[in-house]
């Protein structure tokens, strides 16, 4: 089986502090095929961006090793310069050089290529990122998302053997960016390219990634695509992160089932029989029943989409999110009587 094309051993990054050593990356391990486009996924501050730098060769290592194509380039004893690992960078700001056109920006990295491959290379890119006639325009001319794809065509331009991008979308209006994660996806899979992309945004990850690490203070916590992520959390913390959700409390049973207040479930998880635990519980898991015994308090309500999110109070005073298909006239303080679908809910030690 060929060598991952990235692959992350181990790896610790920090930095010194007068109290000592501070930590930010602690025993993180990954590895990203040829082809494929991963994703880092956390809050900010958890280290993500640092695992970026320590890639393109800007961080230094404490401990573990960075591989490209099976080949070291990062240990704490030797670090391959950054101009020497062939590693793109879309940053976070575009970093469009203001006085040079769209053509120069994209060539900016094939200076030392003959003027016809240059010419020819920027062509094929622009006409990639669905530009090919604005080649003469300047970056104050462009929109935001049309210098976005300037950035990367001109991360492209030298044929790195792996790109990273760096909070590419951040600077973007929330439906914008949605959008454009999916057409770079399309733009990257056409080019062939090896991607890791860095972002607390999980729409950007689902929309774009092809296999989505969620880290916890400096650890990588479940590595799986965008579905597992969603329906089969691996901890508390990640349920809670992906997606919308409410874990509730809940106790195991000596059969396997959990008791809820809307009574016995299935659940999966690490968890021990008699055991105190808490159930994730989507909105969707929950439907409106008229006939239900079941009874909760409206305390939110708000449009989402083709229907309603309410947010429910239990009689324990626990409230759960519920995604109503469409009106059905409650009102804020009305009691309404739901359920549980069936199947089997993720649940985590209490």
Known sequence: MPHPHLQLDHVRLGYRMPTGMHVVVDDLSLALHEGRIGCLLGPSGCGKSTVLRAISGF????AGSI???GEAVSTPRRSLAPEKRRVGVMFQDYALFPHLSVDDNVGFGLRREPA???TGRVRELLSLVGMASLGGKYPHELSGGQQQRVAL????????ELLLLDEPFSSLDVDLRERLAGEIRDILKEAEATAILVTHDQAEAFAMADEIGVMEQGRIVQ???AYDLYHHPAT???AGFIGAGVLVPGRRGDNGSIRLEFGDIHASGPVSNNAEVRVLLRPDDLLADAHSPIRARLVHKVFRGPGYLYTLRL?????VLAQMPREDGHRVGDEVGIRLRTG???AFPA
């Open 153 to 160: 065509a001109r991360a492209l331009a030298p044929r790195p």
């Open 67 to 69: 591989a490209l194509h």
């Open 116 to 118: 016809a491959a240059r």
């Open 344 to 346: 089997t809910l993720p």
């Open 236 to 238: 508390a913390f990640v």
């Open 59 to 62: 961080e230094p290592l404490l």
């Open 315 to 319: 009689p324990s005073g626990s409230e």
């Open 223 to 225: 590595w799986g695509n």
